[in-house]
């Protein structure tokens, strides 16, 4: 299943259960234009729709990647003339949709990952990248910051102390230092790349697709409140599970020897 979009491509493939958005600007080292944010929103919410339709497959997963070999994405198009006015800002969506969609959100990142890019990786679930790609926030040597919540979240990751360095400094750094840094969970060569992604959306997705989506909110949630209160929400999601009928296919699964048919439900 496939859209028509200008600045990226879209598809889903029912089979896998895979959703796949890919920046198309390679030329640009697709930069995050006016039209492709547009179009970036668009793609993420027509996922939601799709797996909220009762007709059709649950989406498991969403991979987003950039096209061509160069770059995930180097951030804003300093030449599409966006101007935001001094003290007046909103976050925007496409940094926002990744955390608040149910399902697993992978950033698979190939490149340049600058700026307003490395805050969209950083807004997805997981990060895996090539051993060649950069990775960093440019922003101090225009004279400005991350605004949408790339310190934050490079903060979450990989401490304050770090993120500061990285912010103040601008500087860059390859995939390997950043899986040190804990901000990029896995780093492979080019040449396994798309294997190693297949077999890693297979185990993230082999437990049961509610308690899936349960850890995604669970733990994102978590992130925002006191230690009790998480414990409280995370108890309260666990014994919510225990009500479906996958919970009922996987003890018997189990205690049975065999392999859960997952239904969703």
């Known amino acids: 299943m496939t859209d028509g979009y200008t600045d990226l491509r879209w598809r889903f493939d029912d089979a896998d259960r895979i959703g796949r958005i890919t920046l198309d600007r390679p030329d640009s080292l697709n930069a ?7 179009e970036l929103v668009d793609g993420f919410e027509r996922f939601r729709e799709l797996d909220a339709d009762p007709g059709r497959p649950r989406v498991d997963a969403i991979v987003l990647d950039g096209a061509g070999d160069r ?14 006015p001094p003290g007046v800002k909103r976050i925007r969506p496409e940094y926002t949709l990744p955390a608040e969609l149910p399902m697993p959100v ?9 700026g307003g890019g490395l805050e969209l990786a950083l807004a997805c679930d997981f990060r895996v ?3 060649d790609s950069e990775l960093g926030f ?24 770090r993120a500061k360095e990285l912010a103040m400094s601008g500087a860059r750094v390859d995939a390997g230092t950043a899986a040190a840094d804990g901000f990029v969970d896995h ?24 308690a899936v989506r349960a850890a995604k909110d669970v733990v994102n949630e978590g992130l925002g409140t006191d230690l009790e209160t998480a414990i409280a929400y995370e108890h309260r999601a666990s014994r919510a599970l225990r009500g479906t ?4 296919e996987g003890t018997s699964a189990f205690g049975t020897d065999r392999e859960p048919e997952w239904q969703g439900r």
């Open 32 to 38: 995050l234009s006016p039209g492709l944010r547009e």
């Open 71 to 84: 770059a995930f994405s180097v951030g804003a198009d300093v030449n599409a003339g966006e101007r935001t």
């Open 106 to 114: 992978v950033a698979a990142i190939d490149g340049y990952c600058l």
């Open 129 to 131: 990248a090539t051993p």
């Open 138 to 161: 440019p922003e101090s040597r225009l004279g400005i910051l991350p605004a949408n919540g790339g310190l934050q979240r490079l903060a979450a990751h990989a401490g304050p102390s």
């Open 187 to 210: 780093v492979r060569d080019a040449d396994a790349f798309d294997g190693f992604l297949d077999d890693f959306l297979g185990r993230i997705g082999a437990g049961a697709p509610l």
């Open 245 to 248: 009928r996958d919970y009922e």
